[in-house]
């Protein structure tokens, strides 16, 4: 049964950083893209970052560029997310996706599996 976890959400002040660690039980985790994805309060689900199956490849929304960096160990089939700079407005639920395919997809139709999700606070 395929589960992905997320943890390393919390409460930070506007500038700080965090790192989001998803965890992966997919057998095949080597061979799929991964994303993250953020849920605020009142407003839909949206794209942050995406990474290819080797992590040669990466894609970030606008307004996470230059401050989020998306990675990979695909010997601990773990994805992970550092936050930094970070802003009120990144006040979300935060959710770990993969795809059934290897190359970097920023759709959420596009994703097969997702996590539960891990709150991130941005006090100002």
């Known amino acids: 049964q395929v589960q992905l976890v997320e943890s390393g959400g919390g409460l930070v002040q506007a500038g700080g950083s965090l790192r989001l660690s998803c965890a992966a039980s997919?057998?095949?985790?080597?061979?799929?893209?991964m994303g993250w994805f953020r849920q605020a309060p009142g407003k839909e689900r949206e794209f942050v970052a995406a990474i290819n199956s080797n992590g040669g490849y990466t894609y970030y929304a606008d307004s996470v560029k230059g401050r989020f960096t998306i990675s990979r160990d695909n010997a601990k089939n773990t994805v992970y997310l550092q936050m930094n700079s970070l802003k009120p407005e990144d006040t979300a639920v935060y959710y770990c996706a993969a795809t059934a395919g290897v190359a970097v997809a920023v759709r959420e139709y596009s994703y097969t599996y997702w996590g539960q999700g891990t709150q991130v606070t941005v006090s100002s």
């Open positions: 997919i057998p095949t985790f080597s061979r799929v893209s």
